[in-house]
């Protein structure tokens, strides 16, 4: 396997980073990464992957199969490394780059439309606003949720409908149990 470090920034709150790999694995049970191109003079190793909760629905943001182009759902919370995130920061604050365990490509809006409703996806990492997350938080019961406003549109991370229902962007609503994620 090639290996080209591109520049990333370490994330404080979270410690997490990342130097990526070129090429996918074979092996689906090893954790691989992709490029992430941006404009950043540090390089650090990812440190550790989290699942991200929807607490309306309780249950994990997932890559099925970790496959190329496969759109994000919700899926009962397992120790699948399709459902292990890490946070890249990106050029701006509170700006992070969502790249999974299992296939190393990175959350986005499908072709950066600015559409709602608009599917999220995962695609190859390479620093485009299309996949850049605003992280800001909400706190229920003295525990810290978090809301992730895509960088580029302004939408909101959300669920289409219900239970195992497919990731979308759509109007932000700070209250809106089906934008909250918990990160853990």
């Known amino acids: 396997m090639k290996n080209r470090c591109i520049v990333l920034a370490a994330l404080g709150t979270l410690n997490t980073a990342g130097c990526m ?7 689906s049970d090893q954790p691989v990464s992709a490029v992430v191109d941006i404009d950043q003079d ?3 190793t990812v440190v550790g992957y989290h699942q991200i909760v929807n607490l309306r629905y309780n249950q994990c943001m997932d ?24 946070f890249v ?20 809006v499908n072709n950066g439309t600015n559409i709602p409703g608009e599917l999220v996806d995962q695609w ?4 485009s606003m299309a996949e850049q997350w605003v992280q800001s938080y909400r706190t229920i019961g003295g525990v810290t949720y978090h809301q992730y406003t895509h960088a580029g549109t ?3 991370l959300d669920t289409v409908s219900g239970p195992g229902s497919q990731l979308m962007q ?15």
């Open 154 to 156: 302004n939408l909101c």
């Open 63 to 86: 890559a099925p199969n970790g496959t190329l182009n496969v759109v994000l759902k919700l899926s009962n919370c397992t120790s699948s490394t399709t459902q292990g995130w890490t």
């Open 170 to 184: 759509w109007y932000c609503d700070s209250y809106n149990d089906a934008q909250t994620w918990l990160v853990r």
């Open 21 to 27: 790999a070129d090429e996918p694995s074979s092996d």
């Open 42 to 44: 540090i390089t650090a």
């Open 124 to 127: 190859y990492c390479d620093g």
């Open 89 to 108: 920061a990106a050029s701006s604050p509170n700006t992070f780059f969502l790249v999974n365990q299992r296939s190393g490509y990175c959350a986005e």
